[in-house]
């Protein structure tokens, strides 16, 4: 079935380093993959999303890259800030299904 | 304006009570969905509702029931709840095949004592 892993499951970094999420997709048919910001309490939100017809994408410190050979994505924060910490999670569907595959989530954690 | 409201944000109940949360979003979404995020906050896949009509049913025990009366609101009713019912409950909403995502509701706590 439909599964999307999701690493590491924490990620402690120093302000100012890069932190890097990587998930793997099992449908190869998947051609949408967002990702979620969820802050501790609070709903989950949408940060940046990608489809299958783009390599990358960014958005000011946010970067998503996308390999569909190998059924990766990534998910690229730069210069990290306190207000970065928070659990994100990458996401998969294809077009013919409205179902959201989530990874397990990665509580990333930026030290000042 | 709340894009997506839950109701209520915090539900304490006794084991083997029913009790409902209820949905609403202001978007125009013709799709919405409940998601569980368990303790270890995975998200999974409950129910969704197409412009009132059930798409998605995933294994979910039959004490779970979801009631869409209209595009706009889609409720979770819950019989004889357990104590592995306790998490936090998601609704969220899409436009036409969540081309631009989900928009999440704020998320309702349930824990059954």
């Known amino acids: 079935g439909e599964n999307v892993e999701q690493h590491p499951s924490t990620l402690s970094v120093q302000e100012g380093d890069s932190a890097v999420i990587k998930c793997t997709y099992s449908d190869s048919a998947s051609n949408y993959f967002p990702w979620y910001k969820q802050e501790l309490g609070k709903r989950p939100q949408l940060i940046i999303d990608?489809?299958?017809?783009?390599g990358e994408k960014k958005d000011q410190r946010i970067a998503v890259t996308l390999n569909k050979t190998a059924k990766h994505f990534s998910l690229h924060i730069t210069e990290t800030q306190p207000e970065d910490s928070a659990v994100y999670f990458c996401a998969a569907r294809r077009d013919s299904s409205y179902k959201l595959i989530f990874g397990s989530g990665t509580r990333l954690l930026v030290r000042p | 304006d709340t894009a997506v409201s839950q109701t209520p944000k915090y539900l304490v109940t006794q084991m083997g009570n029913d009790k409902s949360i209820k949905c609403e979003q202001n978007?125009?979404?013709?799709?919405m969905y409940w998601y569980k995020q368990d303790s270890k906050k995975f998200l999974k896949i409950m129910f969704s509702y197409n412009n009132k009509e059930l798409i998605i049913n995933e294994t979910v025990p039959n004490r779970f029931s979801p009631k869409s009366p209209d595009k706009a609101h889609l409720n979770l009713h819950i019989n004889s709840l357990e104590l592995g019912d306790s998490a936090v409950y998601f609704c969220?909403?899409?436009?036409?095949?969540?081309?631009?995502?989900?928009?999440f509701g704020s998320g309702t706590r349930l824990t059954v004592v």
């Open positions: 978007l125009g979404h013709d799709t």
């Open positions: 969220a909403s899409s436009q036409d095949r969540v081309v631009y995502g989900y928009t």
């Open positions: 990608i489809r299958s017809n783009v």
